[in-house]
């Protein structure tokens, strides 16, 4: 019996993934025409052309795109297979971690995150990558290795673990009228206001705890995330709520706004780290979690309280 040639494997993995054959060689530390032989031997083995030109592009066949997660999965079990099972030798890993958060994380701890990285593992790079509607297959895909978020149901097989909570706290420029009096829910739902949601909605759990106090909030306009929400109240009235975390980042940038506590009842948000169980036992996941981990459990308990609203 002829075994097949699992370079093969390897090799339509890089090109499912890179879709050229020129950058498919140069992943690979190959030529050009070197590629092109393996991806004719490749052909022969499938019994298709896995590519087919369409105009000046290359394009997948219905075969291969049937055939990239398979692929895919099965080259990084047999890389974890073949693995040596030793100590991570930090100062010399070179890996892309791609990490989906939120801007809460990233506000507070993405630049103590970037410096111990850099100082302990000079050669990892960090790719922050934006929240998204298709959050609850963002660990499948292979391409996210820790979802940093608010908590969320997961999937039974994902492994979670608890970073810090976090309030949502009122922000609005540093001469805004609404802190020369006591805050109340009236005097909050007085000024127009900023909603943030990557989904474009307008309303939200504020407007829920209004509601029961009888009151409403006009907003009028909507952000896709909290940092574009601060940089639009400039020497406008409007009012802006932001987790703390983000307040506490946006103060020490020295911008002119001012945080407030909110005269309503929202809950707390509790952000986690989540990961999909092929990374469990990976060495370099690890280390990435635990100073996750470390950063948050020491920065959020020595974290400023948001500012007061009296001058």
């Not at 073949?82 to 809460?104: C, I, M, Q, T, W």
């Not at 297959?137 to 970073?163: C, F, N, W």
């Amino acid at each position: 019996m002829q075994l097949p040639d699992l370079n093969l494997l390897f090799a339509l993995d890089v090109l499912l993934e890179e879709g050229s054959v020129v950058s498919a060689a140069r992943r690979m530390n190959l030529s050009a025409p070197a590629m092109s032989r393996t991806l004719a031997r490749i052909r022969e083995t499938i019994d298709d052309p896995i590519f087919v030109r369409v105009g000046r592009k290359m394009v997948p066949t219905p075969r291969a795109l049937v055939l990239r997660e398979q692929v895919h999965q099965s080259v990084q079990s047999a890389r974890r297979l073949l693995e040596p099972d030793r100590e991570v030798d930090l100062p010399s890993l070179k890996r892309s971690f791609g990490l989906h958060a939120n801007d809460v994380f990233i506000s507070a701890f993405g630049q103590a995150l970037m410096e111990r990285v850099c100082a302990e593992a000079p050669h990892v790079l960090l790719r922050f990558s934006p929240e998204r509607d298709t959050e609850d297959t963002v660990l499948e895909d292979g391409k996210v290795d820790l979802y940093i978020s608010a908590m969320r149901p997961m999937g039974m097989d994902v492994h979670a673990q608890s970073l810090f909570t976090t309030k949502f706290v009122g922000m609005a420029r540093d001469e805004h009228p609404i802190f020369d009096h006591e805050i109340t829910p009236e005097s909050f739902a007085r000024y127009d206001q900023i909603s943030v949601s990557r989904r474009g909605r307008a309303n939200g759990p504020i407007d829920v705890a209004l509601q029961r106090l009888g009151l409403s909030r006009r907003v009028s306009l909507v952000a896709p995330t909290f940092h574009s929400g601060v940089f639009m109240l400039g020497s406008s009235d409007l009012i802006l709520t932001v987790p703390e975390h983000v307040a506490w980042a946006v103060r020490r940038m020295g911008l002119r706004v001012r945080s407030f506590e909110l005269p309503l009842p929202l809950e707390t948000v509790v952000v986690v780290q989540a990961w999909h169980p092929r990374f469990q036992s990976d060495g370099a996941h690890q280390w990435l979690r635990r100073i996750i981990r470390e950063l948050c459990a020491s920065n959020a308990s020595g974290a400023p309280g948001i500012m007061s609203p009296s001058r």
